[in-house]
């Protein structure tokens, strides 16, 4: 009797509980009426009475039997009984016959209702028309025959009646429990996790579960006894915000439906996200009887969306917020200091020489590098305040400060600079090598009435550039001043890819001497006349275009015109190794070899007639592949001089695996020279230098008579100034030579 769901289950227990009754009324009755029946002489009433309770109690019993042979062994025993009651008591026992007809309806089908209406029917015929008893019919008293048939009618009429009432009912319920019965399969067995609460007067967390279906025991880990009669917080994790299910109950208690995600936990205590959606079952227009809630698993779907998030957001290497979720705080900060007067800073940061750690020790370590410079910032900074990483090796701190005074917001973002100094230079041990960190950091204020977002990054972006260009490892606050250096950088960066393309660079030629004062050489040097007649210096755009990249392409062009002066020069009768300023970043492309020689070839002109000057800098920095490079180039017979030799740093050490021709002693030394000691001991020390390595060397910024006797006098050094000859156009140096040789 465990299954309820179906008609034949309700019938099983209506049986049980009926025999149940029968049995205990029936034992009291009996037990009460027997001896007033004995006194009475209704002896055979008593005997019915104790055979019918017995056979009930046999019926009971007896359980093995079958449930339909059962009932008709409970449906004889009232029907005889019916009989027995009706021969000794008379009409007045009648209402027995009905009795088997509506069990049989109740308890087995509608045919067996009308097989016990017959038998009824044929009970009251027989009885009335044997006048065993009195059926008395008006105008029919001398008529039992008729007299039966009447009251067999009218009992058939309403025995038919109960029995098809009652079989009706039972049929709409039985479709009614089937019904019932595929929509729990079908729930229970759905993937989606569905509870069923039962509805309190004032909805909260203390209205019972009384519905569950299996896939919610399966992922919740709970057996079914411990979730009925428990509330819907059963489903709440540690970190689901209290305000989501306060906001499901005040729906709840407005009967309306409500969708929230939470964080749910099961019985093992395993977290995960959950959608649920709660909704109301109506009976009437007023309240819910009910509340259905239906969940679903969607940790997927929300890590999925998390890793999307992060992604769009957060810097993958390192974690940070990239420039995205960067410029949307960035923004609401801006908007706040225009709002409520206040100031707040932005913080610039490059990583010093970064760039060679990548090129010396590779990729992975100086990923390694921008990990721990990553987590040193977010130590340095406060944690209101925000570390992203833009790019490459660039980051970017917000301060969370909003002081109304910008004296005070540059003096505290000075301090948190100093402070991001101080943590990123502690002793790192970059695997296996010991590493200092160092940055240029720039700073930029957002206040009221200032730029917007973008431009005050890029505030902050032209100021680390000046800390660098002021010697890295610095920190420079933004000044008016800056934008107006970097507009006219940019413009004389746009200029500058014009000049090429319209004709307004030139390559003048400055002759270099020997003592007696002869050409022995010339230095090919760049000029630029703009379209009005103005001139650009050297020493303003050449840092423009090494900045730019224009530099590579101006570098192509100035080889092509030293050939094309070399053949003119050579046509001319007078041919003279040329010197031509070879740009680092030049020099560092990766098929720069190959263009020279190609260039060479198409011009037709011997490579060992040109000199590449080359700074001390290119020496200094990747010297392996420098030699490698600069050997590959002599091979091609070209020579090599160390220009402004002096003024940065030289491993002495590495000069003589480089194919050198030449030194250059540098102008800055030049100037004080004979008058300054020290200047003067520079350059007897370069010259005593190059006599031992066998160099050749130029002494540039020769602009005095002094200066030349100095020289003359102190070796064999070849001179280049103003005080010989100014830098001229092809032509003009070409009749100079001429006009010297004519007079030699």
Request: aromatic share 6%; proline share 4%; with cysteine.
């Amino acid at each position: 009797m465990n299954n309820i769901t179906n008609i034949a289950g309700w019938r099983e227990r209506i049986f049980a509980s009926l025999l149940t009754v029968v049995l205990v009324v029936g034992a009291i009755s009996t037990a009460v009426v027997i001896p007033f029946l004995i006194q009475n002489g209704m002896s055979l009433v008593a005997l019915a009475d104790g055979l019918a309770l017995a056979w009930m109690f046999a019926i009971w019993r007896f359980k093995r039997l079958s449930y339909a042979t059962r009932v008709l062994n409970f449906l004889a025993v009232v029907y005889v009984l019916a009989i027995v009651l009706m021969l000794s008591v008379g009409s007045a026992s009648l209402s027995y016959l009905l009795g088997p007809p509506l069990i049989a309806a109740i308890l087995l089908n509608l045919r067996s209702a009308m097989i016990a209406t017959a038998l009824g029917v044929a009970a009251l015929v027989v009885a009335g028309a044997t006048s065993h008893i009195e059926l008395s019919v008006p105008g029919m008293s001398d008529a039992p025959l008729k007299s039966s048939i009447v009251a067999a009618i009218n009992f058939s009429t309403v025995g038919v009646m109960l029995s098809l009432t009652c079989s009706t009912l039972l049929q709409g319920l039985s479709r009614s429990l089937k019904e019932l019965e595929l929509t729990s399969a079908a729930v229970s067995h759905l993937n989606d996790m569905v509870l069923i609460l039962e509805a309190a007067h004032h909805p909260g967390p203390d209205q019972p579960i009384i519905f569950v279906n299996d896939a919610f025991l399966h992922r919740m880990g709970y057996a079914r006894g411990q979730v009925l009669g428990k509330g819907l917080p059963l489903l709440r994790g540690q970190d689901t915000d209290a305000s989501v299910f306060a906001g499901i109950f005040e729906a709840m208690k407005a009967n309306r439906s409500a969708k929230a995600e939470i964080m749910a936990c099961t019985s093992a205590g395993a977290s995960f996200w959950l959608e649920i959606e709660v909704m109301p079952f109506t009976r009437d227009e007023d309240c819910a009887s009910n509340w259905v809630v239906v969940s679903r698993d969607i940790t997927e779907r929300r890590t999925a969306a998390d890793a999307i998030h992060r992604l769009a957001f957060y810097d993958v290497l390192t974690g940070l917020p990239n420039r995205r979720l960067l410029m949307d705080r960035l923004s609401a900060t801006v908007e706040r200091s225009q709002a409520e007067g206040s100031v707040s800073a932005v913080l610039y940061l490059d990583i010093d020489k970064f760039k060679n750690v990548n090129d010396e020790r590779g990729h992975a370590t100086g990923d390694v590098l921008l990990e721990h410079a990553a987590a040193r910032l977010k130590q340095a900074v406060r944690d209101t305040d925000m570390v992203a990483r833009i790019g490459g090796d660039e980051f970017v701190v917000l301060l969370d400060s909003h002081d109304p005074h910008p004296d005070t917001a540059a003096r505290l973002a000075l301090e948190a600079a100093a402070q991001v100094r101080d943590t990123l230079a502690a002793p790192l041990d970059l695997k296996g090598k010991p590493y200092r960190i160092a940055a240029s950091i720039g700073i930029a204020l957002a206040r009221p009435g200032g730029p917007g977002a973008h431009d005050l990054l890029r505030e902050a972006d032209t100021a680390m550039y000046h800390a660098k260009a002021a010697g890295r490892d610095g920190v420079r606050v933004f000044e008016d001043a800056m934008l107006a250096d970097a507009q006219h950088a940019l413009m004389l960066e746009r200029d500058l890819a014009a000049a090429l393309e319209n004709g307004e660079l030139a390559m003048h030629l400055q002759l270099q001497v020997d003592q007696r004062g002869l050409p022995v050489g010339a230095e090919l040097l760049m000029r630029w006349r703009r379209a009005d007649g103005s001139m650009e210096r050297p020493d303003i755009f050449i840092p423009v275009a090494e900045s730019s990249g224009l530099i590579v392409p101006l570098g192509h062009w100035a080889l092509r015109q030293a050939c094309t002066a070399w053949l003119a020069l050579d046509r001319a009768g007078c041919p003279l190794p040329l010197s031509l300023n070879v740009s680092p970043i030049q020099f560092r492309q990766p098929d720069f070899v190959e263009q020279v020689h190609r260039i060479f070839t198409e011009m037709g002109v011997p490579a060992q007639e040109f000199i590449f000057e080359v700074t001390e800098g290119l020496l200094i920095e990747d010297i392996d592949q420098t030699i490698t490079r600069m050997h590959q180039l002599a091979s091609l017979g070209i020579r090599f001089s160390v220009d402004d030799f002096g003024t940065g740093y030289s491993n002495l050490a590495y000069l003589k695996k480089m194919p050198l021709y030449e030194l250059k002693i540098d102008k800055s030394f030049m100037r004080d020279t004979p008058q300054d000691h020290n200047s003067t001991a520079i350059v007897q020390s370069i010259l005593a230098m190059s006599a031992h390595l066998g160099l050749r060397v130029v002494a540039e910024g020769v602009e005095t008579a002094a200066q030349a006797c100095y020289l003359a006098q102190h070796g064999s050094a070849y001179m280049q100034g103003f005080h010989y000859h100014r830098p001229m156009p092809l032509g003009d140096v070409i009749a100079r030579l001429q006009t010297t040789a004519e007079a030699a």
